[in-house]
């Protein structure tokens, strides 16, 4: 058995490190909850997020898992019914369509199906996105397939410090909630307060920076490329919003801000047709119509599945097409 | 215990003659069989009864039952009050059995709501539609429970067109791997839908288990003490951490595959002929008629009780509530939900708006 200190207020780790502590506490606060998924244990997970659990809580807590998507999914389900709090890592974004039906027909309908009988306090963390030059079907970006399924709640993490208060927060929740990590965020550092109390709530959007001439939202992997893309324009005032929880989306926060500054891009790395950016626009023309000067724009993945790695830098957004898309908000 | 392949498992042959098996342990007495005998024509009663129903437009659809009753009532009876069931949408005898009353059974095939019953009071889950998606759901009860430290076992009912679907396959592979405390039956009623049963397996469906890692049995599903006997068995061994078994049931879905399909398009009379003579339920009264102590008062007093709970269900179907607009929102989430409450808040003023005004 390891020994770890627990983080002190401020500490700094990466991302994949603040995952980390965050399950740490969420196992030493609840013996019901419980991390199971492919190469979780031993291994520490391929991105190492689970890194030194199972030897400090053992292989039953910290589960290896046969490799099958649907099977980790759907015997999580059952767990949950039977009063655990399972934490399911589906190794890669493109590996979750075999455990699709699990979460779609099953696991978003059972609190309705049961007349509320049934809670399913079930987290499923996908990491997710493109940019680091990966092989096919470890580079996607499918949050719109759960957004649009009532019965989720769907949250995206973009900072160390999010990462550890986020998961924690969504094995709190009685709800079941799809998790993504970005993946190219990863090793990103940054400073991490294990403090619950002073952390906003799961479904909160946060400003992150604020700005005047035009509001710029992401989640997970954009959020960094919208801060650059900030950052870089020395011309506009650009508020970046971290939107965190896509289901459901803290639509006061983002109308607020665009009523404001009259301009808004969306930005992600999913396919723009059908993507939750769509929803997002459409909400924000509803709230904010008579503020806008031009329609929301949207930036992101093109009408083509997620491309070879050496071509993936023209499939991603960036800053030069954030920048570009701004321009078209006057 | 042997049978994966050949000839099913039985304790009453054809004419309702008992004939023990070496690996059967079949130690029942009176009150037993006339319990599984009432069982069985109490849920024959309530599918002929609900069929009638659809067909008269009070229920939107019915998946008929009526040839598997053995094999559901036989296996559900062994089951310990602990245990939970994950059942299909055919399995109103498995339900019967714990306890679920009749008009919450109705209310799925009503439309008044997708389950009727609190799965954690009757430790029933809900009627699994999407065929094969809560075997692994058993399994990871299963293992939840074994985790806690229980006795509890888990059992999940499957057709035999279950048997290709991938999670059903990967529940099998779960369950052998953390040697679950769940049992599987598969009540091979020949058809899924149009499909017989050749046609979606090269091998007899009990013979898979093996390669999974654990034993398959071949029972007569028909034979309802055979399935007694063989489902509690398989219990036990999974209650004392031996694992999975796979019972395949082997029996007929003597009536259409729900009250909107029409088997003569896909199958023979003669077929369904040569099932009739094998019917559960006129087995066990043949046998009882023989060895019951007072076999005609007993059939009356059943007889009696069908009645009465016919008509108990017309009565419970014509009655029940149909549910509030408000309810389509109730249950989505167990937290509260910004776009739900918008959503079911505007819907309501929007209904309001129709009132008419003096």
């Known amino acids: ?330 | 215990m042997s049978g994966a392949e050949g000839q099913p498992l039985r304790l009453l042959d054809a004419e309702g003659v008992y004939r023990d098996h070496p690996d059967l342990r079949a130690d029942f007495d009176e009150a037993q069989i006339r319990g599984l005998y009432r069982d069985m024509a109490m849920v024959r009663r309530l599918d002929t009864e609900c069929l009638a129903l659809a067909r008269q437009g009070e229920l939107a659809v019915w998946t008929p039952l009526s040839g598997q009753e053995a094999a559901q009532v036989g296996s559900a009876r062994s089951l310990l009050p602990g245990d939970m069931a994950f059942p299909t949408y055919r399995d109103h005898g498995v339900a019967w059995c714990r306890g679920v009353p009749p008009a919450a059974l109705l209310a799925h095939f009503r439309g008044v709501a997708h389950s009727g019953w609190d799965p954690r009071e009757y430790r029933l889950h809900p009627y699994s539609v999407v065929v094969g998606g809560h075997a692994l759901h058993a399994v990871g009860y299963a293992m939840g429970a074994a985790a806690q430290g229980t006795a509890d076992a888990a059992i999940a009912y499957l057709g035999d067109g279950a048997m290709s679907q991938g999670e059903v396959n990967e529940a099998f592979v779960w369950a052998a791997a953390r040697r679950a405390p769940v049992v599987f039956v598969c009540q091979n009623n020949q058809w899924a839908i149009s499909e017989p049963v050749e046609r979606q397996s090269a091998v007899p469906l009990a013979e898979r288990a093996r390669g999974f890692g654990f034993p398959g049995v071949r029972v007569d599903g028909n034979d309802v003490l055979a399935c007694r006997a063989v489902v509690r068995d398989a219990l036990a061994r999974a209650r004392s951490g031996h694992g999975p078994t796979l019972v395949e049931a082997v029996t007929y879905r003597m009536g259409p595959h729900t009250s909107s399909d029409d088997p003569r398009r896909y199958r023979t009379a003669e077929e369904e002929r040569v099932w009739l003579r094998r019917d559960p339920l006129a087995r066990l009264r043949t046998h009882l008629s023989r060895t019951d102590t007072d076999p005609e008062k007993f059939l009356a007093s059943v007889d009696e009780d069908c009645d009465a709970l016919a008509r108990e269900l017309r009565h419970a179907c014509r009655t029940l509530p149909d549910p509030r607009p408000g309810e389509i929102w109730e249950h989505v989430y167990a937290q509260t939900h910004p776009l739900v409450a918008e959503e079911r808040g505007w819907y309501a003023d929007y209904l309001d708006s129709f009132e008419e005004t003096p």
Request: glycine letters at 10%.
């Open chain 1, 1 to 330: 058995m390891t020994t770890t200190t627990e983080p002190s207020t401020g500490t700094t780790m990466s991302l994949s490190r603040a995952l980390n502590t965050g399950l740490r506490a969420a196992l030493a606060d609840d013996p019901a909850v419980l991390v199971m998924g492919e190469d979780v244990g031993t291994l520490g997970g391929v991105f190492r997020v689970t890194d030194g659990l199972a030897a400090e809580f053992g292989s039953d807590r910290v589960m290896d898992t046969p490799l099958g998507e649907a099977g980790i999914v759907g015997t999580a389900v059952g767990m949950a019914l039977r009063g655990l709090r399972p934490v399911c890592e589906i190794q890669f974004d493109g590996f979750v369509f075999p455990a699709f039906n699990q979460i779609t027909t099953q696991l978003a309908h059972l609190s309705s199906r049961t007349r509320g009988a049934a809670h399913l306090p079930l987290v499923i963390r996908i990491p997710f996105g493109g940019g680091i030059g990966a092989a096919e079907h470890h580079g996607e970006s499918p949050e719109a397939y759960f957004t649009h399924t009532p019965g989720l709640r769907v949250v995206a993490c973009s900072t160390p410090a999010d990462a550890h208060t986020m998961i924690r927060q969504a094995v709190a929740c009685p709800d079941p909630v799809v998790f993504f990590e970005p993946k190219q965020l990863y090793w990103e550092r940054g400073p991490v307060d294990t403090d619950l109390g002073s952390a906003p709530a799961m479904d909160r959007a946060v400003v992150v920076r604020e700005g005047s001439d035009a509001t710029l939202l992401a989640y997970g992997p954009t959020v960094r490329t919208c801060l650059d893309a900030a950052e870089a324009d020395e011309e506009r005032s650009l508020e970046v919003i971290d939107l965190r929880s896509l289901n459901p989306l803290d639509t006061a926060t983002v109308a607020a801000s665009v009523a404001r500054t009259g301009g808004c891009v969306v930005v992600h790395e999913a396919p723009v047709f059908g993507g939750y950016g769509a929803e997002v626009a459409a909400r924000v023309t509803e709230h904010c119509f008579d503020a806008l000067r031009t329609p929301v724009r949207r930036v992101g993945g093109f009408c083509a599945p997620y491309p070879p790695s050496r071509l993936e830098h023209h499939y991603l957004p960036d800053l030069d097409r954030v920048l570009d898309a701004v321009d078209r908000t006057w």
